[in-house]
Structures are given as structure tokens and as C-alpha cells.
Nanobody, 128 residues
Framework: QVTLVESGGGLVQAGGSLRLSCAAS????????MGWFRQGPGKEREFVATTSSLSDNVYRAHTADSVKGRFAISRDNTNVYLQMNNLKPEDTAVYYC????????????????????WGQGTQVTVSS
């Protein structure tokens, strides 16, 4: 079992930066791929970024095309982070941390269906 708690959201002007944190508890957290998703007003939940488990032979990270070059995901033994730079009003959303209990292929990591554990979300609002 993994419990996830996000923090770091808030109100920021366009062009600004925020760093989201996700505190994870659970013995097998380091073995799980982890990701960030977001859900804007009236929109479906969408993929933002993912990172492989710390037990994988090769560490991998992927970001959505919409945030590539602006957002970066990282993790350590107890937290997952999302560094967000050059924020835009269209980045406004509730951001969710997620963990998967399975190994994710390149066709899986972008779908919320393959993630078993979710945090409560943290609001990010970007003003123009």
C-alpha cells in the first residue's frame, strides 16, 4: 500500500515557477513507477510526466509534449517532484501525484488507468 500527499501548489503569474512535491509512504514506494497528472476545469485528467521506479536498471523519465522543456519530474527515496517553469495560464489545473504497482510500457505510462494510487491533488492557478 502506498499513500501519496501532494503539496506546493498555489497562485503564480504567467512566466513564474512552482515546485510540486509528493510525499509517499509505503514500503514498496521505491519499486513503483510514479507520475504526475492534471485536470483542468471541464477537462479530462491528462498525463504530465512519469518516472520509472528506483529499482529499474535504467532510469527513465517522460514528459508530455505540452510541458516538454518547461516541466521536469524527479524523485528520491521518499518524494516525487515536479518542477514547473515558465508557467502558462493553460497550465491551471489540479495536479495529482500517482503511483503504479506494475511495470509500465511506453504505451501505458500516459494513461491514468495504469496507476493504482492517487493523492488528493494540489491546485495550481496561473494568472495572465
Amino acid at each position: 500500500q502506498v499513500t501519496l500527499v501532494e503539496s506546493g501548489g498555489g497562485l503564480v503569474q504567467a512566466g513564474g515557477s512552482l515546485r510540486l512535491s509528493c510525499a509517499a509512504s509505503g514500503r514498496t514506494f521505491t519499486n513503483y513507477p510514479m507520475g504526475w497528472f492534471r485536470q483542468g476545469p471541464g477537462k479530462e485528467r491528462e498525463f504530465v510526466a512519469t518516472t520509472s521506479s528506483l529499482s529499474d536498471n535504467v532510469y527513465r523519465a517522460h514528459t508530455a509534449d505540452s510541458v516538454k522543456g518547461r516541466f521536469a519530474i524527479s524523485r528520491d527515496n521518499t518524494n516525487v517532484y515536479l518542477q514547473m517553469n515558465n508557467l502558462k495560464p493553460e497550465d491551471t489545473a489540479v495536479y495529482y501525484c500517482a503511483g503504479s504497482s506494475r511495470s509500465l510500457s511506453n504505451s501505458d505510462y500516459g494513461s491514468p488507468t495504469y496507476y493504482d494510487y492517487w493523492g488528493q491533488g494540489t491546485q495550481v492557478t496561473v494568472s495572465s
